[in-house]
């Protein structure tokens, strides 16, 4: 008999907001000394409350907004109550019967339209380290805003697992609201996989959920072997049991993790420290506007305005810094008689470094002349001025201590210079800047 | 002059202003008082010696950085906080100083004291009766005398019964007045810090003092409490509401005469008494304690063994009993017979209320069914137990704010009268409590220790 995947997949996703879900400590944990991130709210001391972060809520309905999803205009947190040691309270802050988006859907290569049940905002939990027999606790990561985005079981195969991925975490840097890092966390994968007789529709009466994995090859080859395990013991009449089980990247195999016995009772119950979550018409539109373009949408313009292949488009949308870049190389390369199509064909073949090279480099390279470049000082100097009084938020971040911020400003004076400001000298120029800056 | 420590608090700043003594002299007189009837009363089971603020009794479950918060339980029997309530903070601004951290039952839950893991704490009118509970301490040294005046806190009727028990004003703010930042949660959709005082108004300096938003507790209102003094009030024409419910089966004929009294008395100075029915307080108490060891079961969970030292087999046995019972009615297959009924219950109480105060500006009655009972006479049976809160649990259940105020004596012991106002009316209940207690002066009456 042949048979068919019914895979579903949960994706949290950690935001890069500047402090944590509930309290004001920096959620800019990664690499920095345990537990020096902490507060009584974090640590779950005795008589601390919870205060909700507005930005973390903005993020989450920004990516609700990029899913197609509906904005709940009521919304409440629930506690999930179960015992871990990386636990502080006892109980994660979560969403669980009113998430904040629902019923949102995302297109991907192969055409299919993948449900999406919800993305719902949550706090995440502290870190376990086992050393020497003994384990550490750091709570750093204690309360950093973590948004889940749950879809219906509409994968059935894993090229599409591996597609809805990416895509995902497209489109969260395209939001700005995570660096969707898989290796440091940022963003975390589970599926839950089942396999049933092909050309049969009901859901099959188990699922095994697979958990704890950290990168999307190690995820793939796991859904793999998982419906081909699956598969071999449906052969022998085998019955499958609902389970949570890990990946064993040594011995390229799933192993059971937790049974369905032993599985818990969340005892989920409405948040009593937090007021129900209300979302305004006014706010929704504001929070809608602020939703850059997104890849999809960036490149069915590119085809259709700049008359670029579907695969052009396609590689120069991956990352909104590569767009960008590759925006202001047409811009400019209109005064110079470059075509859109010339630009693209360039950076796609020769994949240009656009943290290094300038717009006006490209040009130059495909027109084989000197088109200008400004190096002058104070001429720069004026350009950054201006870039930084447009862009007062990323000024903020940068002094907040985000040094990759820089990068924004660098790409507002290229649009203010055509792409002609030299990198090399506007760098320390933009720097001196904020250094002085109160 | 008169002994410096029977002084209100308001009295006692304009003494203070007038320079009748010093802070110092202030608190030298309350530390002299601790010390010689402290060990009688178990009131107190931290003590500063200040020599300058205002002196205040802080209840145990309220953090105070760098003094030890126990709450009463042996689970934090060594836990030195590293933050500061916002009460606290508040308090610290207005020149008072934390006097010292009074006993209670373990995590606030218990009606009589005997809970605490420190020893009960006895009431100053009998030594051989309950001083009721949770906030035991704080109401035994305002009633003793040992400070200028008390925090409590009340889930249930915390502040209010120990007060009716020990003959001094409680007032239970509406829920989100005050801050519960750094108020060790009990029951967290029913938890409010409340001042304990020797006068009504003094309760009002104080809820002024501690009210109002912090960006801590999401549920805490902004706006400050605030009021001019009370100083002249009149009850002419206003409306007290009288729920036959709270004078029905159980309630001691004793206290019932007292009431009835109190409220003719209301009568006298020009209220109108009108009748008002609060149909489903008999199912108060059972909604409360589904709801409450609900959310008390899950705050619980983070004494889990690993931090604070000690395992969970120090916690008491009312500790344990409500968070199974919590554990109980939020499981999978009970949580809609039990967690969702209940908070169908408590829309119904909340219902009774709006719907009672359309007829009335107030609502009086007992705060508690009986005076002050004799040590260990309940601790063998927590049901009758829980029954000595059925009067003051619904206003938790609907939010609203309660006072009590002393109001006479059965046998020799103090009655309060409970005054309930609507959510965020404190204003009106403090009148109408100001105006019996200046028409009456049960509050000048002193135990004699």
């Known amino acids: 008999m042949n048979y068919e995947p019914v895979i579903g997949l949960e994706v949290h996703v950690e935001l890069n907001t500047r402090s944590k879900m509930f309290c004001r400590c920096s959620a800019d944990y990664f690499g920095k000394e345990p537990n020096t991130h902490t507060c009584p709210v974090c640590l779950g001391l005795p008589g601390a409350l919870p205060y909700i972060n507005e930005q973390a809520i903005e993020d989450c309905m920004k990516i609700g907004l990029a899913l197609n999803c509906k904005i709940s205009e009521k919304s409440l947190f629930e506690r999930k109550n179960y015992f871990y040691p990386d636990l502080a309270k006892g109980y994660q802050i979560s969403q669980y019967r009113w998430p904040l988006c629902i019923n949102g859907k995302l297109k991907i290569e192969n055409g299919q339209w993948i449900r999406i049940n919800r993305a719902h905002q949550e706090e995440d939990t502290g870190k376990l380290t086992h050393v020497d027999g003994a384990t550490l606790i750091d709570f750093n990561r204690s309360g950093v805003p973590l948004v889940e985005i749950v879809t219906e079981p509409d994968f059935h195969d894993v090229e599409a697992v591996r597609d809805y991925s990416k895509k995902l975490q497209q489109v969260f840097r395209y939001l700005g609201v995570s660096n969707a890092d898989m290796e440091r966390g940022d963003m975390r994968l589970e599926a839950n996989v089942s396999v049933r007789p092909e050309g049969t529709t009901d859901l099959p009466s188990y699922r095994v959920e697979l958990k704890n994995i950290n990168s999307f090859r190690f995820m793939v080859a796991a859904i793999e072997y998982e419906i081909k395990r699956q598969i071999e013991a449906l052969e022998k009449g085998e019955k499958i049991l609902q389970e949570t089980r890990g990946w064993d990247a040594e011995q390229k195999s799933t192993y059971i993790q937790r049974s369905k016995e032993e599985a818990h009772d969340y005892r989920y119950f409405p948040e009593p420290d937090l007021p129900q979550l209300t979302v305004n018409s006014k706010q929704l539109t504001e929070i809608t506007e602020e939703i850059p373009e997104l890849p999809w949408d960036k490149a069915k313009r590119f085809v259709a305005d700049l008359g670029l292949t579907e695969a052009q488009a396609k590689i120069l949308t991956q990352s909104k810094e590569l767009a960008d870049f590759f925006e202001i190389v047409v811009e400019h390369g209109k005064k110079h008689a470059v075509l859109a199509k010339d630009a693209a064909n360039f950076i796609v073949n020769k994949k240009p470094d656009i943290n290094s090279m300038l717009p006006t480099q490209i040009i130059e390279e495909i027109k084989g002349k000197n088109v200008g470049k400004i190096e002058d000082e104070a001429e720069l100097k004026s350009l950054a001025e201006q870039a930084i009084q447009a862009d007062l938020k990323t000024v903020e971040d940068y002094k907040a201590g985000k040094l990759t911020a820089i990068q924004a400003l660098i790409g507002g004076v290229m649009k203010l210079s055509a792409g002609k400001a030299d990198v090399s000298k506007l760098k320390p120029i933009l720097e001196k800047i904020l250094k002085e800056k109160p | ?449």
């Open chain 2, 1 to 449: 002059m008169n002994n410096i420590t029977s002084l209100t608090l308001t009295e006692t700043l304009e003494a203070l202003k007038r320079k009748d003594f010093s802070e110092e002299e202030l608190n030298k007189a309350y530390l002299e008082g601790i010390e010689k009837f402290n060990p009688k009363l178990n009131a107190f089971l931290e003590v500063r010696k200040n020599k300058s603020g205002i002196p205040a009794a802080i209840k145990d479950a309220i953090i105070t950085r760098g003094i030890k918060t126990t709450a009463g339980s042996k689970i934090l029997s060594n836990f030195i906080p590293p933050y500061n309530a916002t009460v606290i903070e508040n308090l610290l601004e207005q020149g008072v100083s934390v006097l010292g951290k009074t006993n209670c039952d373990e995590f606030t839950m218990g009606s009589s004291g005997e809970n605490s893991a420190y020893g009960v704490t006895k009431n100053p009118w009998d030594l051989n009766k309950v001083p009721g509970g949770s906030s035991s301490g704080s109401v035994a040294a305002v009633a003793a005398d040992l400070c200028t005046f008390a925090l409590g806190t009340d889930t249930g009727g915390s502040i209010r019964q120990p007060a009716s028990l020990c003959g001094v004003v409680g007032l239970k703010p509406s829920y989100g007045r005050v801050s519960r930042y750094g108020a060790i949660a009990m029951a967290s959709s029913f938890d409010q810090i409340g001042p304990i005082t020797k006068s009504v108004d003094d309760a009002r300096l104080v809820l002024e003092w501690i009210s109002g938003g912090d960006n801590y507790d999401s549920n805490c209102r902004k706006e400050k409490f605030k009021i001019k003094s009370l100083a002249g009030t009149n009850i002419k024409g206003l409306k007290v509401g009288v729920p036959k419910e709270y004078f029905g089966k159980g309630l001691d004929s004793g206290v019932e005469k007292v009431i009835q009294a109190a409220i003719k008395k209301l009568e006298e100075l020009g209220a109108e008494v009108v009748e008002v029915a609060l149909l489903h307080t008999e199912y108060g108490v059972a909604a409360y304690y589904i709801l409450g060891p609900s959310e008390i079961s899950s705050n619980y969970a983070r004494f889990d063994g690993i931090r604070y030292g000690g395992t969970r087999n120090n916690f008491g046995s009312e500790v344990k009993r409500r968070i199974m019972l919590g554990t109980y009615s939020l499981s999978t297959g009970y949580y809609d017979d039990y967690y969702a009924k209940a908070a169908k219950v408590r829309t119904l109480i909340r219902g009774d209320f709006e719907k009672a105060f359309e007829k009335c500006d107030v609502i009086v009655g007992p705060v508690s069914p009986t005076t002050a009972w004799d040590l260990g006479a309940k601790t063998d049976n927590p049901l009758a137990m829980y029954l000595s809160d059925v009067y003051t649990i619904v206003a938790n259940l609907a939010g609203i704010p309660g006072l009590s105020v002393p109001c006479g004596f059965s046998e020799g012991l103090p009655v309060g009268l409970q005054i309930l106002g609507k959510q965020w009316d404190e204003q009106t209940i403090l009148k109408v409590g100001y105006a019996y207690e200046q028409a009456t002066e049960w509050y000048k009456e002193k135990p004699k220790l």
